[in-house]
């Protein structure tokens, strides 16, 4: 797949890119909201400062790479990981709640199988 590719007609591409935009919000949130910060803690992250900016970098150069199609493979593996990580971290500090709006692990598991569809099928 070359770089700035979009197929409206791929089912992937829309993928791709949606994985890619719904990573952003969450790396603005980190910028501009006390939250994140105290999930970081919460979950038991050390340095969970500096674990919470390393996410930030990585959901920005990850949604940019997804936007545009950039090694969607590569990036679509290194996401569902990040996101299974954010997955467990969710679970954690939920204390095993599944459901995303009692802040369980759902929307973070659901975007890690969504990436895993990108990066095998990109």
């Known amino acids: ?72 493979q590569v990036f679509g593996w290194a996401t569902a990981a990040f996101l299974l990580v954010a997955t467990a971290a969710s679970f954690k500090v939920s204390k095993g709640n599944w459901i995303w709006l009692g802040g369980g692990c759902e929307y973070p598991a659901f975007w890690a199988i969504c990436c895993v569809i990108v990066a095998t099928h990109a």
């Open 1 to 72: 797949m070359a770089i700035f590719h979009f197929d409206p007609q791929n089912g992937i591409d829309w993928l791709r890119v949606l994985c890619g935009v719904f990573l952003l919000p969450h790396a603005w949130g980190k910028v501009t909201s006390p939250g994140p910060l105290g999930f970081f803690k919460a979950a038991g992250f050390p340095q969970p400062a500096t674990f919470m900016y390393l996410g930030l970098v990585f959901e920005v150069i990850a949604g940019l790479a997804l936007i545009v199609g950039f090694w969607p």
